[in-house]
């Protein structure tokens, strides 16, 4: 589960991230089309920069909570909404009733008092749940949208890593026939390889027959594998060139960083320009390893290595079980170039000491030019006033005494005096028509009922002045401080 206060700045620094990405992928696009074909030490330098440099400057820039000279964008939050003055409980005004005769009055039986009661009884449930409905559906109205988006983005990168474990276990299932080479000419050249380069450890070897070209892997304890048929159908110096091909792979560290770069796209897959990235590095490190053994081998014997292993391949088969290992001939469609280089040219690389410095400083200056996003403010509506806590006393401008109650039993006096008359008006009316017998039931049960109401009008009335009396008490007692007790008592 997202923590609420971390998830804004997840989602700032992801949309951040998109940005300046996006600016410096392009950027270095479009700079290495300029630049020279030897330079290739440049050209790697600066697809590194462009997989790890938005990561850096993404995060420096949230970090810093800097203003970058184009702005930043505030990214809303959920806004807190207060239910709507329709969803919550009010008191209805209901239209007035029909008038009726006193006669028609009294022969009402009064039969609704239990069941007013049980609907008042029933009120504070009913209100509480419509309450709890409401705040439920206020929730959904205001759903995060920024947890949806990242769960989004967890579960994407889930499945790519996933996808990853899945590569790596085809990789093991490969190369698990595998045949460790501990001695023989090809081992003898490798170590003679490494004395030249000043490598101290051993690099293993082996054997496979399920492969068709050498490969590099293991991030931890690299590895070379050759196709078992490299050893009967290669010469010598063609075997050296591969060895000190794949050699330099393993110096560079390059089943590392393919290992990383893939890691990088599984988890970022939102941005598809990794995948220019990584390719335009896999590009330019083959060309160094290229160049490498060439200085060892020979360029001759390295293109016609190539040549001969570009008949081997099985394109499709090779893609996907050796997803994770760095192939001497992984792009089939790079072999003829790569042949020509090296038959061709001269000076084979080309160092441009001032790229990389320059790289840098680009990447520095996104960091405070780039536009970016930041945690923005809650948008709520105005809350509803909250009652005071109890105990507090009211303000000095409100009354004691709650008016509306204080106003009711008026109404309610005053239409127990306009009963009283009524029913006396009945009365001397039935009296002169002779049938004060006939509704003398009627008559009394209309005064009893009218008694209980004078009764319960004076209760109120009583109550309503207590009340009022200990609001005034409260109101006008002095404040007490607990702590000084014990010392006023300790000193009499």
């Not at 004395?195 to 293991?218: D, N, Y």
């Not at 990794?274 to 590009?283: I, S, T, V």
Request: some cysteine; proline content about 8%.
């Amino acid at each position: 589960m997202i923590p609420e206060s971390l998830s804004p700045l997840l989602l700032c620094w992801l949309l951040t991230y998109l940005v300046h990405s996006t600016l410096l992928v392009a950027l270095i696009a479009l700079v290495t089309r300029c630049l020279p074909k030897a330079a290739m030490g440049a050209r790697e330098a600066l697809w590194k920069l462009a997989l790890i440099g938005g990561l850096g400057s993404a995060s420096i820039q949230l970090a810093c909570s800097s203003e970058p000279w184009c702005g930043s964008l505030p990214l809303a939050e959920a806004p807190t909404e207060t239910p709507p003055a329709a969803d919550l409980p009010s008191v209805l005004v209901q239209p007035p009733l029909e008038e009726i005769s006193s006669s028609e009055a009294a022969l009402v039986p009064f039969e609704g008092l239990d069941t007013l009661q049980a609907e008042a009884a029933a009120a504070p449930a009913a209100v509480e749940e419509r309450s709890a409905l409401t705040a439920w559906l206020a929730r959904a109205r205001a759903a995060d949208w920024r947890l949806l988006v990242l769960g989004a983005w967890f579960g994407g990168a889930l499945l790519g890593l996933v996808a990853l474990l899945r590569a790596w276990r085809r990789l093991q299932r490969t190369l698990r026939w595998r045949t460790p080479l501990v001695s023989g000419p090809l081992r003898e050249q490798l170590d003679e390889l490494c004395a030249e380069v000043g490598h101290r450890g051993r690099i293993r070897l082996s054997c496979a027959s399920e492969i068709t070209e050498p490969v590099a892997f293991g991030a931890l304890r690299p590895e070379i594998c050759v196709p078992l048929r490299a050893i009967a159908r290669l010469s010598p110096a063609q075997q050296r060139s591969m060895l000190a091909h794949e050699l330099a792979h393993v110096l560079r560290c390059d089943p590392s960083w393919l290992l990383g770069t893939r890691v990088l796209e599984a988890l970022l897959f939102v941005q598809p320009l990794n995948r220019l990235a990584r390719r335009g590095l896999e590009d330019a490190s083959e060309y160094l390893c290229d160049d490498f053994a060439a200085r060892r081998g020979g360029g001759l014997a390295l293109a016609s290595c190539l040549a001969e292993i570009a008949g081997w391949l099985v394109p499709q088969r090779e893609q996907r079980s050796l997803a994770l290992a760095v192939g001497m001939a992984r792009a089939p469609s790079r072999l003829s170039h790569r042949i020509e280089r090296l038959l061709v040219e001269e000076q084979r690389e080309e160092r441009l000491a001032w790229l990389t410095p320059v790289g840098l400083s680009a990447c520095s200056l996104l960091v405070f030019v780039a536009p970016g996003f930041r945690p923005g403010s809650a948008e709520s509506t105005e809350p509803a006033e909250e009652p005071s806590p109890r105990g507090e006393a009211a303000p000095a401008g409100e009354a004691s005494e709650p008016e509306p109650v204080t106003d009711a039993l008026s109404a309610l006096g005053a239409e127990i005096e306009t009963l009283t008359g009524e029913i006396d008006a009945l009365r001397a009316e039935l009296a002169s028509r002779g049938l004060t017998q006939r509704f003398a039931a009627q008559l009394s049960t209309l005064e009893t009922r009218l008694s209980e109401l004078s009764t319960r009008r004076a209760r109120l009335h009583q109550v309503l002045g207590a009340l009022a009396a200990l609001t005034t008490a409260a109101q006008n007692a002095p404040p007490t401080d607990p702590l000084a007790a014990p010392s006023a008592a300790t000193n009499p």
